[in-house]
């Protein structure tokens, strides 16, 4: 019998009749002959509303405490469409991250999964179950303590879970169709991808397409399990994601886009430090202190200070809701490096297009900065690598932005609009 994973986002659960619906799909995998694991987020904006929540108790929330507060969302959706299935006469059992066997480093809100062990899983099923498993949670092999994977992670729980119990394949179902060239709720005209490598999707997950997380993306491809992003309100197929180029159906070949489209991210923040000596040893010092918190930068752009002789001025792109832990890292190395100047703005966005033909094909790079400056967008840092190019501008100019590139590289769609189904974008 073929075992299937399925992960359901919170816009799919979002209230009692998305359980039910989401219940009903799920007993027809059963009834199509699946052993179905399901792998569930918190309801609706639940882990939003959570946050919020404690940043009224205290304003810098992290750890440990705040970890056990946001795995209660992943709790209450999994016991819920529990109840909702039995209700449907089917037998379901769900558990959290950690007795599913989800082990992790000891990160707090950014736990990384070490290990699967899923004899309960395997025992569940065996005895006629269907599986509902919390996503987004595990437990440190180490402290025993209960983690969250970051923003996002029940994708990553998903793709775990299907490389341990040896799935067939794993499905996300969401609010959309499937993985577009574009975000379909700034970009009307994006189209639906039929397959995507997974090299071309970890970019566009990294580059902030939220539709899948780049870790779970990784994971995928490491283990090479294919994955099937689609709809739980349409019955439409979606996107495939896997290592190798799909065989031909018939006289249909499958494509691999020379771009595969264009993402945006609007959590990212810009650090700019003026003034620091200009030695390679001093850089070395500054970016070890942030590694060492655990902060991963991006964009580092260094350049001779205009105004001082042997100073510089260093830039990088961080989550935004790392900034304060940055500057306190930058802060604490501050007697070693000597800068005249910290500070950041928040008001900023990342701008990426990727594809293979980033790579392979002249003029990429003038069509992007032509695309950009025939909208009139102020473009504050241009970097390319390896199938990315990618553009700082600012927030309020970012939808803007990735419609002009979207247009210029050709990617819009000729007719009708991409389906936007449920969810706030949150
Ligand atoms: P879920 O709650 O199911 O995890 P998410 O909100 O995390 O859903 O991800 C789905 C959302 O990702 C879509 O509603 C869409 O706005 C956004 N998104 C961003 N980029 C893309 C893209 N290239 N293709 C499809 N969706 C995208
Ligand atoms: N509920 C968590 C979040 O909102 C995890 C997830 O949805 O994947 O980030
Ligand atoms: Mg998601």
Request: glycine share 8%.
């Amino acid at each position: 019998m073929s075992l299937v994973v399925q992960k359901y986002g919170g816009s799919s659960v979002a209230d009692a009749e998305g359980i039910k619906r989401v219940a009903k799909r799920i007993v027809d995998a059963k009834k199509n002959g699946h052993q179905v694991v399901v792998v569930v987020s918190a309801m609706g904006d639940t882990t939003d509303e959570l946050i919020d929540l404690a940043e009224q108790v205290s304003p810098m929330p992290a750890g440990r405490e705040f970890d056990m507060l946001l795995t209660a969302g992943e709790r209450i959706a999994m016991a819920l469409l529990a109840m909702a299935i039995k209700n449907l006469g089917h037998e379901a059992q769900s558990f959290t991250g950690s007795q599913a066997g989800v082990i992790t480093d000891s990160v707090h809100n950014k736990a990384r999964i070490i290990d699967v062990t899923p004899g309960r899983i395997r025992t569940a099923l065996d005895e006629g179950n269907i599986a509902i498993v919390a996503g987004f949670q595990g437990v440190s092999a180490d402290s025993k303590d209960i983690t969250t994977l970051g923003r996002g992670g029940s994708d990553t729980t998903a793709v775990a879970l299907a490389a341990a119990l040896d799935a067939e394949v794993c499905e996300i179902y969401t609010d959309v169709d499937g993985v577009f060239t574009a975000d379909p709720r700034v970009v009307k005209k994006a189209k639906k991808i039929d397959w995507i490598s997974s090299e071309d999707m970890l970019e566009l997950a990294a580059s902030g397409s939220k539709v899948l997380l780049h870790r779970c993306v990784e994971y995928a491809r490491r283990y090479n399990i294919p994955i099937h992003v689609r709809s739980s309100f349409s019955g439409l197929p979606g996107t495939w994601v896997s290592n190798e180029k799909p065989e031909p159906q018939g006289d249909q070949q499958v494509e691999h886009a020379i771009i595969a489209g264009v993402a945006h991210d609007v959590s990212t923040a810009q650090v700019t430090i003026r003034g620091v000596h200009d030695k390679p040893q001093v850089t070395a010092r500054l970016f070890r202190a942030l590694a060492d918190a655990q902060l991963n930068v991006d964009m580092v752009d260094v350049k001779a200070s205009p105004v001082w002789p042997d100073q510089a001025d260093i830039s990088f792109l961080i989550p935004r809701s790392e900034v304060h832990q940055a500057l306190r890292a930058v802060e604490g190395v501050r007697p070693g490096i000597g800068y005249s100047w910290l500070g950041y703005n928040t008001e900023i966005a990342k701008l990426s297009l990727v594809g293979m033909g980033v790579r392979t094909t002249p003029g990429i790079a003038a069509t992007f900065v032509e695309a950009l400056s025939a909208e009139g967008v102020d473009v504050h840092l241009v970097a390319s690598s390896g199938i990315n190019i990618e553009a700082v501008v600012p927030e309020h100019q970012v939808d803007t932005a990735v419609r002009a590139v979207h247009t210029f590289f050709g990617l819009d769609r000729s007719a009708g609009e991409a389906k936007v189904y449920a969810g706030t974008g949150r």
